[in-house]
């Protein structure tokens, strides 16, 4: 893209964290797990050198995307953390840096990472937005776009000078290879509207969450089969439900329909579960 550059600075698959920098002004896309903090921030100082980061820009609330945030301001106190107005409520809740962290450590382990320095209740938001809103960052200018679905909280943030959309997992997760896993949360209709409304706008590339950079006929084909997906995947669990089967049995379908190659090296299995199981309940009792 003209003008910028995107690295890829996760430390591990499940992590989300990209960098964008204008030459000028260094804008971090989500931040990553607590136990990758230190790692994702040696990779940002390689990248700018003695430059400063700028920004933090955070899409939602869950633990990996936001808590490496925490590790980042270690190192550049002065970057504005931009996230919504609602996952600044939340990471406000000691209850819910609770659940972060506990989630944070159970994947450590299974990484055999054991200790770590905790800097979760150092998360913060300097700049709490709502749909609408604008942030420039150096030569670079984002409107926030509230994308709720698979949070209340998350938004993704468009640069029109670039057609750059900086996805959420709203839209879904791309498996690398052509297919999107939905993970709509907290709401099916929700979703579709979130989708919906990126209409509007015109993209030529995304940022995807996890994944890295699309552009051309690859971000569109994201966008519809993400769409598609969405919907075949809610009237295929709902069929289900109505025919009897059980939540294990759904499960079980979800996994061998989605969870292969490079979903499994960015969605630890246990969180994958919980995130099935959500979704079967939210699909089923809107059925109901």
């Keep these: 893209m ?10 591990n698959p499940g992590d989300s964290a ?34 400063p980061l700028d920004y933090i820009f955070l899409t939602h609330s869950h633990y990996d995307h936001a808590l490496g945030s925490a590790y980042a301001l270690e190192y550049w106190p ?3 953390v931009v996230a919504s107005e609602y996952a600044a409520r939340i990471f406000a809740k000691p209850t819910a840096r609770a659940v972060m962290r506990e989630l944070d450590r ?13 800097l979760i209740d150092n998360l913060r938001v300097d700049i709490a937005v709502n749909h609408g809103d604008v ?15 698979h949070t209340r909280c998350s938004v993704g943030y468009y640069c029109a000078a670039q057609k750059l959309l ?44 996890h994944f890295g950079l699309l552009s051309g006929l690859d971000a569109r084909a994201y966008l519809a089969k993400a769409r598609q997906r969405a919907v075949t995947t ?20 979800f996994k061998n329909e989605f969870y292969n190659e490079y979903i499994k090296e960015i969605y630890p299995v246990d969180a994958m579960e919980l995130n099935t199981g959500i979704m079967i309940n939210l699909i089923t009792g809107e059925q109901l």
């Design 78 to 80: 002065d970057a504005k």
């Design 18 to 51: 990209f960098l964008i920098d204008d030459g000028n002004t260094a804008v971090l896309y989500d931040s990553g797990f607590a136990f990758t903090g230190y790692e994702v921030v040696r990779s940002i100082k390689q990248k700018l050198g003695s430059r």
């Design 2 to 11: 003209n003008g910028i550059t995107i690295t890829d600075v996760r430390a």
């Design 166 to 209: 900086l996805g959420s997992e709203t839209i879904g997760v791309y498996n690398g290879a052509g297919d999107v896993v939905p993970s709509y949360l907290v709401g099916y209709e929700m979703t579709l509207q979130s989708m919906d409304s990126l209409a509007k706008y015109d993209i030529e590339h995304i940022l995807v969450p």
């Design 234 to 253: 809610f009237e295929t669990i709902a069929a289900m439900h109505a025919r009897g089967a059980t939540k294990a049995q759904i499960t079980e379908w």
């Design 106 to 118: 159970k994947f450590a382990a299974c990484c055999g990472v054991g200790d770590y320095e905790d």
């Design 135 to 149: 942030i420039k960052a150096g030569s670079m200018e984002f409107e926030v776009i509230s994308l709720p679905g």
